[in-house]
């Protein structure tokens, strides 16, 4: 009976604790760690009246909730990497990518008051090398799109293109070099739309990935080739095609007029001779077989 009075009296003191959180004042900032250093995480709803109040830490990674500090004491996952101060905040001995989320404290008091602060912790790791996906060829007149991806970077990277090795300008209009271009870039996804492809847009395409943190990494480059549809190739492909369909027609005409076909070469025939007029002496029956 107490193993399940403790569950129906955890999730009773969740109901009031979410109730008064509708009303309780929440403060929120943001810090931003270098990998494999320290980091500390304070409590600005934790006061000096709030001793003896209860207090949990919480970890938010996307859709996933992680207790940190539950009923007095660290959690499994953080008991050997975190300290606990007595003012609520939480040291972290080194910090990876993984502890990048929102680190959310709650300070429920004897009347049920709860405060509330976040904390928007941000790991930054530098970009690795991106990878620019770009297409062999592209036919002029067309909608041709190249993409950067790059994943370890945090916070994530912007991204810019080079073409030749030269910087694309975000608007190719505003430059004398890319004005015959007609382009949009996207810094936040890395995509980079030829509408349509031109003669000119022909060249070595790389990308860049930037997140301040570090040194900015590029791409491998890429040749795109810009050319025309090729009507004379497409007139010749369908001339040889139509002139081995006759030729095949050709063989088989031929083939049923030869007889190669037929199919009475396998059946008997049998051939009777009349008979001479001799005399009765020498009367004989003549006949043959022919198979």
Known sequence: MAGAARPRALLLLLGAAAASL???QVTSETREVA??????????????????????????HGSSLILVYYEGKLTEP????????????????TV????????????VGDSSHIAKSEVTLIVQVPPAKPVAHVPT????????????????????????????GTLLPPDPKSSPAFRNSSYSLDPATGQLAFEPVRGW???????????????????????????????????????VL?????????????????????????SKKVIYSQPSHRSE???????????
């Not at 060829?137 to 994943?151: D, H, M």
């Not at 997140?211 to 492909?237: C, K, T, Y």
């Not at 002496?281 to 198979?291: D, I, P």
């Open 137 to 164: 060829s592209a036919t002029i007149g067309s909608r041709a799109v190249l993409r950067c991806s790059e994943s370890e970077g945090s916070p994530p990277p912007t991204f810019r293109w080079y073409k030749d």
């Open 201 to 239: 847009d022909s060249g070595q395409y790389s990308c860049e990935a930037v997140n301040g943190v570090g040194s900015p990494q590029r791409s491998d480059a890429v040749l795109m080739e810009a050319s025309e549809v090729n009507v004379g190739g497409i007139v010749a492909a369908v001339v």
């Open 35 to 60: 990998e494999h250093k320290p980091a500390t995480v304070p409590c600005s709803a934790y006061s000096s009246a709030s001793r003896g109040a209860r207090i949990e830490w919480k970890f938010q």
């Open 242 to 266: 139509l002139m081995v369909l006759a030729l095949v027609a050709f063989g088989v005409w031929f083939a049923y007029s030869r007889g190669y076909f037929s199919s009475d070469t396998g």
């Open 78 to 93: 953080y008991k050997d990497r975190v300290q606990f101060s007595a003012d609520a905040t939480i040291h972290f001995s």
């Open 22 to 24: 509708a009303g309780a």
């Open 96 to 107: 990876t990518r993984e502890d990048t989320g929102k680190y959310i404290c709650e300070v």
């Open 281 to 291: 002496s020498e009367f004989k029956q003549t006949s043959s077989f022919l198979v």
